[in-house]
């Protein structure tokens, strides 16, 4: 489990198909220090396993279907940045909300606003995701854990505090950017247990 509090900004240095894998190599510093070969790390918002570690690279093998679910196919290109997290521990803090690493859907930028040295995003939903979101609520843009501010038919917008606008992807977005999405777990189970049973 993950909580949207990005470690690192890691950058992706080669990115190049294996048969049906997309095998992606990721420079980064902090959260390496310690990932090994077959440990889980959050990859802009995808539960990924690191296929390999090496010193300031990490090595990640994509499948069809995380392809087909995520916003990477357009997006994991050398020079691209990728917000990166690793797993909370049993005994860690936790910041964020609860983030599984498990993208619902990938989502279109319309609108990157400044405001000073804030910003606020707006987000068009994927149908099949729209209901799940509500304002004050909790979303995961990338693996940024963000906060509705406001809600709209089909899009909302979220704030950008200069810490997330410094210190993760979101920072350098613009509109038109297709992002991975994951919304909050807890509605998804409620919606499940008020289904009516057959």
């Known amino acids: 489990m993950f909580t949207g509090i990005v470690g690192e900004v890691g950058t992706v240095r080669a990115a190049a198909a294996r048969g049906d894998v997309l095998e992606v190599h990721v420079s980064a510093e902090r959260v390496l220090s310690t990932l090994r070969p077959g440990g889980s790390i959050a990859v802009s918002g995808c539960c990924l396993t690191a296929?390999?570690?090496?010193?300031?690279?990490?090595t990640c093998e994509l499948t069809p279907e995380t392809l087909a679910r995520t916003a990477f196919r357009d997006r994991l290109r050398t020079g691209a940045l990728v917000n990166l997290e690793r797993p909370l521990r049993?005994?860690?803090?936790?910041?964020?909300?609860?983030?599984?690493?498990h993208v619902d859907g990938v989502a279109r930028i319309v609108a990157m606003r400044s405001m000073g040295d804030s910003g606020e995003m707006t987000v068009e939903l994927p149908p099949d995701v729209d209901r799940y979101v509500v304002a004050k609520g909790s979303v995961a843009v990338d693996g940024v854990s963000l906060?509705?501010?406001?809600?709209e038919a089909g899009r909302f917008t979220a704030a950008l505090i200069p810490y997330t606008l410094q210190h993760t992807s979101l920072g350098s977005a613009r509109p038109g950017d297709r992002v991975n999405l994951e919304v909050d777990v807890i509605a998804k189970y409620v919606e499940r247990l008020l289904a009516p049973r057959s």
Do not use: M, N, Y
């Open 90 to 101: 049993a005994d860690g803090r936790f910041d964020g909300h609860i983030v599984q690493g």
């Open 51 to 58: 296929a390999r570690v090496d010193g300031g690279s990490l």
């Open 147 to 151: 906060t509705v501010a406001r809600r």
